[in-house]
């Protein structure tokens, strides 16, 4: 069939790459990802191909690959001039690299992938000048249907590990579980979701956490998210830690983000939230930590080396970002968090809808409402600030002078980075807390962005990260 027939020459194009659907269905259906390849002769199909790595334990294995040795088989010459090879997902370097090598005369894929794709999407070998073969290229055939193919295989995928993931996990009955579809298409996470269930404190509750980076890293980052915030409030942070070669671990506190919501207000103790990050500190084997403490939800992250002495010496520093350790028993809250606290008991909306708060885009504030799909998830919020010590008998003073004085001995590392527009923690707390700051000893002067709010970690996120990761130097 003539080239320069446009019209003809895409009906046989289109033809062929449905052949090659075929052949990524069949590899679908044995749990290989999805893409499939033939190689035409003279108008006749002479070679099929199907994703086959994982069966076939060869890494090699991918369906372009499949179909050039099945077709230089039935050529019986291991160069295919005059052949195309039809392809549903654009090549990689190691696939356009055979096809150049076997001197096809054409290529036709059909779904680009921005990730491996070397036929233009991610590199470009085929257009290469020094090279001594050129195969033409062409792209686009049936993309949508052999796109689509692929997303309906990933999804579900995605699908069974949930449907695993539950079982695993069963709901207990006094608690709620946010639907998996409110996290979805949220933007800038490309990180695995892991839960853990059985650590003693939990009680069955599922608790989400992402944990990234070597397990052997020389430095580990705890990062700890606000009341009104989950793990999704450090990802522009995550990939300048992992970029340093650290290991970074955000879990989100159980009544937020992805984890198990109880109903009740009352489960929501700064002992409990305390016990149960200590617990899954020991159980991922942390080391060398520095705790990166947000807002009033850092609080147990700040009286974490207190749980025990085992835990205590996994923790070699403190980030605590727009939050402070309370005043002592029987001093007065700063006003903003005095503020905050009137506002939740008289359930101020604005206080109860984190999705609400200044400054944030609609793509952040619809991931800040994710976790709450209605006021049954938002016993958390309720709860607020209620682990403060109200008087010297409260339960959580002694671990609040505990964390104090953890912090404030010989050789603590430990640094406050503070947005300035925040209303509880920002400029006028600074100017109260001048002759006694609410910080521990040894941070120095705080960090500061005039132009920041409470959430620092997300408008400032690669900035403070960078300069965490100096300050903290092992």
């Given at each position: 069939m003539a080239e320069g027939n446009a019209g003809p020459q895409r009906t046989h194009d289109e033809a062929c790459m449905r052949i090659a659907l075929q052949e990524a269905a069949g590899a679908g259906a044995r749990g290989e990802v999805p893409v499939g390849a033939v190689v035409v002769k003279d108008g006749e199909v002479i070679a099929r191909g199907g994703n086959a790595p994982i069966g076939g334990h060869d890494p090699t294995a991918h369906a372009e690959i499949m179909a050039l040795r099945a077709a230089a088989a039935r050529l019986g010459n291991y160069r295919l001039d005059g052949c195309t090879l039809y392809v549903t997902l654009e090549p990689c370097a190691m696939c356009s690299g055979a096809m150049l090598h076997a001197r096809l005369d054409r290529v036709v894929y059909g779904a680009p992938d921005a990730k491996t794709g070397a036929a233009g999407s991610v590199v470009d070998l085929f257009?290469?000048?020094?090279?001594?073969?050129?195969?033409?290229?062409?792209?686009?055939?049936?993309?949508?249907?052999?796109?689509?193919?692929?997303?309906?295989?990933?999804?579900?995928?995605?699908?069974?590990?949930r449907a695993r993931a539950r079982a695993a996990h069963p709901l207990r009955d006094d608690a709620l579980r946010t639907p998996d579809a409110r996290f979805a298409g949220l933007q800038d996470s490309p990180w695995e979701p892991r839960c853990v269930s059985d650590l003693p404190a939990l009680a069955g509750l599922r608790m989400h956490y992402l944990d990234e980076g070597p397990r052997d890293a020389p430095r580990t980052w705890l990062c700890l998210h606000g009341a009104g915030g989950w793990s999704h409030l450090y990802r522009h942070m995550?990939?300048?830690?992992?970029?340093?070669?650290?290991?970074?671990?955000?879990?989100?506190?159980?009544?937020?983000?992805?984890?198990?919501?109880?109903?009740?207000?009352?489960v929501h103790t700064l002992e409990w939230h305390r016990r149960t990050l200590a617990e899954l500190v020991e159980r991922l084997d942390l080391r060398n930590t520095v705790v990166v403490a947000h807002g009033e939800g850092g609080l147990p992250g700040m009286a974490l080396p207190t749980a025990s002495a085992d835990v205590a010496a996994r923790v070699s520093g403190l980030l605590a970002v727009n939050a402070w350790l309370p005043p002592g028993a029987g001093a007065p809250l700063p006003a903003g968090l005095a503020a905050?606290?009137?506002?939740?008991?008289?359930?101020?909306?604005?206080?109860?809808?984190?999705?609400?708060?200044?400054?944030?885009?609609?793509?952040?504030?619809?991931?800040?409402?994710?976790?709450?799909?209605?006021?049954?998830?938002?016993?958390?919020?309720?709860?607020?600030?209620?682990?403060?010590?109200?008087?010297?008998?409260?339960?959580?003073?002694?671990?609040?002078?505990?964390?104090?004085?953890f912090w404030a001995a010989p050789g603590r590392r430990s640094a406050v980075a503070v947005g300035l527009r925040d209303a509880a923690w920002g400029a006028a707390a600074l100017a109260d807390a001048r002759s006694a700051p609410p910080w521990p000893a040894g941070c120095g002067a705080p960090w500061t962005w005039p132009d920041a709010g409470h959430r620092l970690p997300e408008t400032h996120g690669p900035e403070l990260a960078r300069r965490a990761v100096e300050y903290f130097r092992p």
């Open positions: 257009a290469q000048p020094a090279l001594n073969h050129h195969t033409r290229i062409e792209g686009g055939v049936l993309a949508q249907e052999c796109g689509a193919q692929l997303s309906a295989f990933f999804r579900s995928r995605r699908d069974d590990q995550l990939p300048v830690f992992l970029a340093a070669g650290d290991r970074v671990v955000a879990p989100d506190f159980i009544g937020f983000g992805r984890s198990d919501k109880p109903k009740k207000e009352a905050w606290r009137k506002a939740l008991v008289a359930r101020q909306a604005a206080v109860l809808r984190p999705g609400a708060a200044p400054g944030l885009d609609a793509a952040a504030a619809a991931a800040a409402e994710a976790p709450f799909p209605d006021a049954g998830y938002r016993a958390a919020l309720r709860a607020g600030l209620h682990w403060l010590p109200a008087d010297a008998q409260s339960v959580a003073a002694p671990i609040i002078e505990g964390a104090r004085a």
